[in-house]
């Protein structure tokens, strides 16, 4: 059941004067309740297993990654206008063992044109004894103003192992680029180009840290062209620049990164705001440092703010707030308790993301989420560049037509 709740009055630093003082509780959940209709009912569900991870917002849309940690998930992908979460696009599109469809989404990113950006990484139940990789990792890319599949794109086998800890997702919206990283044995960024249609391996030996549970962050700025992560594990915030992914063949990618400073706890979330702002998620608190300053100079926003736990994801709207996403994910992990108690708070900040600050400037969106200049140039990029995956969105969409329909 969601309960609406509005808790006001947290303190925080101002990293402008249009930032408020409060910590909304938007949504609360102890059990993720899944709208399933009757004939759903096969799909074994197990409401205490599903985690909202990732979230991103568009058009007054929530979308959500609800990862297959453990069995019982019948949907990894979601969508809400704020009440009922409903399977996205089609429950059918979400079958474990079928490989034409989404697996386990550990990621989302959605970019300016509408796309919906899904980082699926083929394995399912990674936090139970033993996990299965039955289907291979692919990104799949949604447009939103139909909820049809544009691109589905098998990760090659050469680029990654039954071992590879594919996490963190970003999009360079200027070239339409997506880049992954691998923090397992054979660590690296994968690139992938939605024009082009082709996966490129970029070996980073510093990504290779995983030892317990571990994922990457990264996130975009195109005010600089840089790309900034970091994993879980990691001491520091990393930035290089993405004029490093056009240059094929280089040994290791890691020779070009930057170390911007040291963080003071682990990091589970990141954002980047269109003023230069990037936001950290911690224990207990949020950060934010100005990129576009000298010296990694951080405020912290929230101070041992007790209802942060593990924050998992943040999301920025189009009215200038910036949601958070928190949950009890270490007991989780842990199988300590079968209680989630997700929570998802807002706060006013006054910016946003690129991808909604673009459509905010291109013109009046329409009840699509889309302006018609960005209508035109997403119908101009499936042209002739596209035939190669024409075949496979054909077969998808007349498996699936019954349920998207």
């Known amino acids: 059941m969601i309960k609406f709740l509005t808790v006001c009055g947290i303190f925080f630093f101002h990293l402008n004067g249009r930032c408020l003082c409060d910590l909304n509780v938007v949504y609360q959940w102890n059990k993720l309740n899944l709208s399933l209709q009757e004939n759903d009912r096969e799909h074994r569900y197990i409401p205490e297993n599903n985690l909202v991870y990732r979230m991103k917002i568009w058009n007054d849309t929530l979308f959500m990654a609800i990862p297959r940690f453990k069995r019982g998930v019948p949907a990894t992908l979601c969508r809400s206008y704020g009440g009922a979460i409903h399977p996205y696009p089609s429950l059918g599109l979400q079958k474990v063992g079928n490989c034409f469809g989404m697996q386990n989404v550990k990621d989302i990113e959605i970019d300016h044109l509408g796309h919906l950006w899904i980082l699926d990484v083929g394995n399912v139940y990674d936090l139970e004894p033993v996990s299965n990789r039955s289907c291979d990792p692919k990104l799949f890319v949604v447009d939103l103003n139909t909820g049809y599949i544009v691109?589905?794109?098998?990760?090659p086998r050469g680029m990654y192992t039954n071992r590879s800890v594919l996490s963190g997702l970003t999009v360079d919206l200027k070239s339409l680029t997506a880049v992954v990283a691998d923090i397992g044995p054979d660590p690296g960024f994968?690139?992938?180009?939605?024009?082009?249609?082709?996966?490129?391996?970029?070996p980073c030996e510093l990504l290779a840290t995983a030892k317990g549970y571990n994922e990457a962050l990264l996130t975009v700025s195109p005010i600089d062209n840089m790309l900034y992560f970091t994993t879980i594990e990691l001491n520091s915030l990393f930035a290089i620049p993405l004029s490093v992914f056009g240059v094929p063949f280089i040994k290791d990618v890691g020779h070009y990164v930057n170390n911007q400073g040291l963080k003071a706890d682990t990091s589970t979330a990141m954002i980047m705001d269109t003023t230069g702002n990037l936001y950290l998620g911690m224990t207990r608190k949020v950060i934010a440092w100005n990129t576009l300053k000298h010296g990694f100079d951080v405020k912290e926003l929230y101070i041992q703010e007790v209802r942060l736990d593990w924050i998992s994801s943040f999301a920025f709207d189009s009215n200038g707030y910036l949601w958070i996403i928190s949950s009890e994910f270490k007991d989780f992990r842990e199988s300590k308790s079968k209680r989630t108690n997700m929570l998802i708070f807002k706060r006013y900040c006054g910016t946003t993301s690129f991808a909604l600050h673009e459509v905010a400037a291109a013109g009046s969106v329409n009840h699509t989420g889309t302006t018609a200049v960005q209508r035109n140039?997403?119908?101009?990029?499936?042209?002739?560049?596209?035939?190669?995956?024409?075949?496979?969105?054909?077969i998808l969409h007349v498996i699936f037509a019954r349920d998207i329909l």
């Open 151 to 155: 691109r589905s794109a098998v990760l």
């Open 190 to 202: 994968i690139v992938y180009n939605l024009q082009i249609g082709i996966f490129h391996k970029f």
């Open 377 to 394: 140039s997403v119908n101009a990029k499936y042209t002739a560049e596209n035939l190669i995956h024409i075949f496979t969105l054909v």
